[in-house]
């Protein structure tokens, strides 16, 4: 291996942009909280251990302003990562805090058993955005709770148990939910609840039959297919196969699906492979849940929901994280048929739709409209993954490229191979990146994936900062394995 870097490093010229920092005018508060070490200390004897810290030298986040977040020593870092995936129109963005405050001085809480404006303003702006059909909205607190209720509808309405998802998967974190995910960092070695499956993953990069994708970046030597991918088929088979062998009868309740994957490090699917899976579930009786806990509210740019892209309306949409810009929320929407069979029994929900959750939310909505959000994802997003893509050539550690709009993803792998990168390597590309100011997410079945899912307010300006933070760390981990 190592004469696969002193190769690399003799025969390519490294890049050697500048990492400057953008200009901001902006001055963050003086910091007065607990020092970095008694911070350790709290967690060490409150936290539960399994709240890890993703660097080696932990950061202390003190304050944020758009895409920006100071830490406690007053330094200023790019968020490439939003809060995971949650921070979507800007840290403390003036509208959204504004709305908020005026709600808080002037209604707090009451539970949705009373009527109170801010829901009914909220709902009725939310469901603008949706197909005719899925107009009938729960409002909930977050993307596990709103997964959970989903499971309940799909059996609920279809009456039948057993529920379907997608390999590698993460749909939240629950006793439940747990057994959704198919994931194995988030599965604890404990027993989860009988009738959950996870069929095959078209993954064009990994996956046995390989494919295209719906990316400027598809994997090298993969079909160009027009229209829906020819290996669709086959993964659409395996499903089937799935059901009609794992399944009593068939009687399959529901297909869930991200429509980019976002734990497992932006995996996207074949090209028709979703709509093919749907109508192969509903020609069983089940349903069609999309999850778009991440990738929705115009993040993959082209438009406001990702399921829109594969061509299919959903039967169930869960949603949640940057529908509150960092404020606690979730949704689900349905069709009413499929909300009237949750009748059975009395519902309600303490906290969902509180006049301040419905504020923000109400906020967020009309601040990605007004600031043009869903399109500046599908141009700011093209501009950075053919950066991303010039970098793939300079660096074979990098072994994919792949997302849309402002939700991509680096796939680092050893060299000239698809191995998987060593984790403690991969931490030091990331520490390197954070050194430089930037903070990036991580992801994927092996912890190899920078993961790329910015508040959607980020220009080119910081892109070209952003690529230039992640040459001079690749360049320095590169050359300190010769």
Not at 27 to 39: H, V
Not at 263 to 278: H, I
Request: glycine fraction near 8%; proline fraction near 5%; charge should be neutral.
């Amino acid at each position: 291996m190592a004469n696969i870097f002193v190769r690399y490093c003799h025969n390519s010229i490294f890049r050697r942009n500048a990492v400057t920092l953008p200009k901001y005018d902006f001055t963050p508060k003086p910091y007065t909280g607990p020092s970095l070490q008694r911070t350790d200390e709290i967690k060490a004897n409150h936290i539960p251990p399994a709240m890890y810290n993703i660097y080696r030298k932990p950061l202390v986040l003190h304050q944020g302003r758009m895409q920006w977040l100071f830490d406690h020593e007053g330094r200023r870092y790019l968020d490439l990562f939003g809060g995971i995936v949650t921070v979507s129109v800007g840290h403390c963005h003036p509208k959204v805090t504004a709305a908020l405050h005026d709600q808080i001085n002037t209604l707090w809480h009451t539970t949705n058993i009373y009527r109170h404006p801010k829901i009914y303003e909220y709902v009725e702006k939310l469901i603008s955005k949706f197909p005719e059909d899925l107009k009938t909205v729960y409002l909930v607190n977050s993307g596990t709770e709103a997964n959970d209720l989903a499971i309940l509808l799909a059996r609920a309405f279809t009456g039948h148990e057993d529920v379907v998802s997608l390999q590698s998967c993460y749909h939240g974190y629950s006793s439940t939910i747990m057994a959704l995910t198919a994931s194995q960092a988030y599965r604890m070695p404990l027993s989860v609840p009988a009738g959950f499956h996870h069929a095959i993953l078209p993954d064009p990069y990994r996956g046995i039959w390989g494919g295209c994708r719906d990316s400027l970046s598809q994997v090298a030597g993969s079909c160009s297919c027009v229209g829906d991918c020819v290996t669709s088929e086959k993964y659409v088979h395996q499903l089937s196969e799935l059901v009609d062998n794992s399944i009593p009868a068939g009687r399959v309740a529901a297909l869930f699906a991200e429509s980019v994957q976002g734990v497992n490090g932006t995996v996207q699917f074949t090209r028709g492979y979703l709509k093919q899976a749907a109508e192969l579930i509903r020609s069983k009786g089940g349903l069609f849940v999309a999850d778009e806990v991440q990738t929705g509210f115009g993040r993959t740019g082209d438009a406001f929901w990702g399921f829109e892209k594969h061509d299919v309306v959903p039967d169930i949409v869960t949603m949640a994280k940057g529908i509150g810009n960092g404020f606690p929320m979730a949704a689900v929407v349905t069709r009413k048929e499929i909300a009237e069979a949750h009748t059975r029994a009395a519902y309600f929900n303490t906290f969902g739709g509180n006049p301040m959750a419905a504020t923000v939310g109400k906020a967020v909505l009309e601040v990605i409209e007004e600031e043009n959000l869903q399109q500046n994802c599908k141009d700011t997003g093209k501009y950075f993954i053919e950066q991303l893509m010039q970098l793939q050539k300079q660096y074979p550690v990098i072994g994919d490229v792949r997302g849309k709009g402002l939700m991509l993803g680096i796939e680092l792998v050893e060299p000239c191979t698809k191995k998987p990168l060593d984790r403690s390597d991969v931490t030091d590309i990331m520490e390197s990146i954070k050194d430089l100011g930037v903070l990036i997410g991580r992801g994927g079945r092996w912890s190899n994936v920078l993961r790329i899912k910015p508040p959607m307010c980020i220009n080119k300006m910081d892109v070209n900062y952003a690529i230039s933070v992640l040459d001079q760390s690749l360049k320095d981990y590169l050359q300190n394995k010769i």
